[in-house]
């Protein structure tokens, strides 16, 4: 056998070996043979391009294709103890890197169009993070959107018609995780908390608020003929997890992809 041959196939075993480590503990599917380690690489690569730009279609069609090769067979393995104790692939912190969920972001929007009503785009010179920290052992999940200021010497001068507007630091959202299958997962919210330095008043610098019991949720469930330990009023369906991004889609049939933070 010629030596660049040996090297070629040296390559590939290490390649397949390292994508089965880095999906050690999360049940890899049999989607890990060596052409589907190269076509998911390939796809999760175009996938993070696409929702650095925001092109909704092409997202939308590489979630789709991406969640063929999906390596974990349990997605949500681990979380609350479902599957057993093991690691679980949801646990951490997560960072959004797209959703077509127009009120995601919502709370950060304060720019008004033409209309005078508040549209899609957020403040000049204030920069957005959103995403969430996960406890899968007891199935708490804290989605946050966070606030800060570019560093941008117009935006200091007050005069500025175009100054930063920053409606608040962080908004947090408490959410209780269940798991109700292999890859589905319920939503209860729980509470939230408002955390704005600026704010005029001093009991609004950190304001916290309650959501309607989980009972709540299943009453509108049944209203709209659903069974909601099938379908509650709120959950997602993981379409794609492993060490680095994350796609799933709400009961809505919105889509979310969250990159792994650090």
């Given at each position: 056998?010629?030596?660049?041959?040996?090297?070629?196939?040296?390559?590939?075993?290490?390649?397949?070996?390292?994508?089965?480590?880095?999906?050690?503990?999360?049940?890899?599917?049999?989607?890990?043979?060596?052409?589907?380690?190269?076509?998911?690489?390939?796809?999760?690569?175009?996938?993070?391009?696409?929702?650095?730009?925001?092109?909704?279609?092409?997202?939308?069609?590489?979630?789709?294709?991406?969640?063929?090769?999906?390596p974990t067979a349990v997605p949500t393995s681990g979380l609350m103890g479902y599957g057993g104790s093991g690691v679980a692939p949801l646990n951490g912190k997560w960072k959004l890197l797209y959703t077509n969920a127009q009120d995601a972001e919502a709370p950060a929007r304060t720019e008004k169009n033409k209309d005078e009503k508040f549209g899609d785009e957020v403040a000049t010179g204030v920069k957005v993070k959103t995403g969430q920290r996960i406890n899968a052992e007891n199935g708490e999940c804290i989605n946050y959107i966070q606030l800060s200021e570019e560093n941008d010497d117009a935006n200091d001068d007050v005069n500025n018609p175009k100054k930063r507007k920053r409606p608040f630091d962080e908004l947090e959202i408490t959410i209780q995780m269940t798991p109700l299958s292999d890859n589905r997962v319920r939503l209860d919210f729980v509470k939230g908390k408002a955390l704005n330095e600026n704010a005029p008043l001093p009991f609004l610098k950190e304001f916290n608020f309650n959501f309607p019991p989980p009972s709540f949720g299943d009453l509108l469930a049944r209203i709209r003929g659903l069974d909601p330990k099938i379908e509650p009023q709120a959950y997602f369906d993981i379409l794609y997890i492993d060490n680095e991004i994350r796609a799933h889609r709400t009961g809505e049939g919105k889509i979310f992809v969250q990159k792994r933070d650090k």
């Open positions: 056998m010629k030596l660049s041959s040996c090297l070629t196939l040296t390559s590939l075993v290490f390649v397949a070996r390292t994508a089965n480590y880095e999906c050690d503990g999360f049940s890899p599917a049999i989607t890990n043979n060596i052409p589907s380690i190269f076509k998911r690489a390939s796809l999760k690569k175009e996938l993070i391009k696409a929702a650095s730009t925001k092109d909704e279609s092409k997202v939308l069609s590489l979630v789709e294709e991406l969640s063929q090769f999906n």
